[in-house]
């Protein structure tokens, strides 16, 4: 359980940053635009991983002898992805009005790594849909939270957020190959 919910949190970061960065564009907080923002980030947060989960199980047999070096390397490379991100431009930046489609396409970018996580949830001795749902719950929270971090003038947090979700996604694969290399 306790790797979901550090992986929940891991995931949740690019949505938490993206939310800090929408909540910087308004000066007060507007608890339905931040609802609206966490319902969207929180759902789709919560499917894309069931992709990644139900490709898994289609090539399963083919790859269970090294299914940990793919987890592994997925993990990185998004933790990597993440840490490479936190340095540059943010998205949010260039939105000058936040409308539905802005957060609809926000929802599907921030979940996209979520999808190829989603892979290892196999790995991982927990039902994978309750991993989904925990997931979802975790980035509503994180995502209100965002918004209203943002409208309190919080944009400095924006890059650590990614920094410390890209760092624990490569320890979660590090703990994953060990666990299958040594236990």
Known sequence: MIEILILSFALSMDAFAVSIGLGVKNKEFN?????????????????????????????????????????????????????????????????????????????IATSIDAMAAGFTLGLIDFNPFASMIIIGVITFIFSIFGVFIGTKGGSFLEDKAEKIGGVILILIGFKILIEHLFF
């Open 31 to 107: 608890l339905l635009l931040a609802l609206k923002i966490a319902l969207l980030f929180g759902f789709f947060q919560a499917l894309m991983p069931l992709f990644g989960y139900l490709a898994s199980i289609g090539v399963g047999s083919y790859i269970e002898s090294f299914d940990h070096w793919i987890a592994f390397l997925l993990l990185c490379l998004i933790g990597g992805k993440m840490l490479y991100e936190s340095f540059g431009e943010k998205t949010e930046d260039e939105i000058t009005h936040i409308s539905n489609k802005i957060l609809l396409i926000l929802a």
